[in-house]
C-alpha cells in the first residue's frame, strides 16, 4: 500500500539538483477534477470503463478545443503535484527489491510528470468530459494531445503548393 513520503526498505533517495538545473516552466492549462482525494484510493492505472471524470481548461487556452471532437482519445499530460520526487531507487512491491525511477511508472519521479489516455465523453465550452485517468481531484494539467495511435498527421506540404512573389 502507498505511503505518502514513505521511504521503503532498499529504497535510495537523493538530495534534489540545484536550481541551475531546473530551468522548465511550466503553465498549467487547467484542472483534473476525479472522485479520488487520496493516493490510496486512486487507481494505479486508468480504465476505460473507470468513472466519467472533468478536464476544466482555464483561460486563455480554451480557443484551444477547438476541433476537439475530431479525435475519440487524448493523451492527457498532468502533474502529480503530491509526488516526492527525491527517489532514484523504488519498491514499487514493498518487498525490498528495488529498480530504478526510470523503469518503473511510479508516480514518484523527479518531475512527476502523468499521462493517462482517456476516452473523450463530451466536450463544452471549456469541460472536457472523459474516462481513463488515474489522477487525484485538483490534479494540474499541463497539456492535451491525439492520441499518437490514432492520430494521423497534417499532410506536409508538396513541392508547389505554396506561389511566391
Same mark, same amino acid.
Request: glycine letters at 8%; aromatic letters at 6%; proline letters at 8%.
Given at each position: 500500500? /502507498?505511503?505518502?513520503?514513505?521511504?521503503?526498505?532498499?529504497?535510495?533517495?537523493?538530495?534534489?539538483?540545484?536550481?541551475?538545473?531546473?530551468?522548465?516552466?511550466?503553465?498549467?492549462?487547467? /484542472?483534473?477534477?476525479?472522485?479520488?482525494?487520496?493516493?490510496?484510493?486512486?487507481?494505479?492505472?486508468?480504465?476505460?470503463?473507470?468513472? /466519467?471524470?472533468?478536464?476544466?481548461?482555464?483561460?486563455?487556452?480554451?480557443?484551444?478545443?477547438?476541433?476537439?471532437?475530431?479525435?475519440?482519445?487524448?493523451?492527457?499530460?498532468?502533474?502529480?503535484?503530491?509526488?516526492?520526487?527525491?527517489?532514484?531507487?523504488?519498491?514499487?512491491?514493498?518487498?525490498?527489491?528495488?529498480?530504478?525511477?526510470?523503469?518503473?511508472?511510479?508516480?514518484?519521479?523527479?518531475?512527476?510528470?502523468?499521462?493517462?489516455?482517456?476516452?473523450?465523453?463530451?466536450?463544452?465550452?471549456?469541460?472536457?468530459?472523459?474516462?481513463?485517468?488515474?489522477?487525484?481531484?485538483?490534479?494540474?494539467?499541463?497539456?492535451?494531445?491525439?492520441?499518437?495511435?490514432?492520430?494521423?498527421?497534417?499532410?506536409?506540404?508538396?513541392?508547389?503548393?505554396?506561389?511566391?512573389?
Amino acid at each position: 500500500m /502507498v505511503r505518502e513520503n514513505e521511504v521503503r526498505r532498499n529504497e535510495v533517495m537523493v538530495k534534489r539538483a540545484s536550481a541551475e538545473h531546473a530551468d522548465a516552466q511550466l503553465e498549467f492549462i487547467g /484542472v483534473i477534477h476525479t472522485p479520488w482525494t487520496s493516493r490510496l484510493e486512486c487507481p494505479r492505472q486508468g480504465r476505460a470503463d473507470g468513472p /466519467v471524470c472533468e478536464i476544466e481548461i482555464f483561460e486563455p487556452w480554451i480557443p484551444a478545443l477547438a476541433g476537439i471532437e475530431k479525435y475519440a482519445r487524448y493523451e492527457v499530460l498532468y502533474w502529480l503535484h503530491q509526488s516526492r520526487r527525491d527517489l532514484v531507487l523504488q519498491s514499487p512491491a514493498n518487498d525490498g527489491q528495488v529498480r530504478g525511477t526510470f523503469a518503473l511508472r511510479s508516480p514518484v519521479r523527479p518531475n512527476p510528470i502523468g499521462t493517462s489516455i482517456a476516452e473523450l465523453v463530451s466536450a463544452t465550452g471549456g469541460i472536457l468530459k472523459v474516462r481513463g485517468l488515474d489522477c487525484l481531484d485538483g490534479t494540474p494539467l499541463v497539456d492535451l494531445k491525439p492520441d499518437r495511435t490514432i492520430f494521423v498527421p497534417i499532410a506536409p506540404p508538396q513541392k508547389g503548393d505554396f506561389q511566391t512573389g
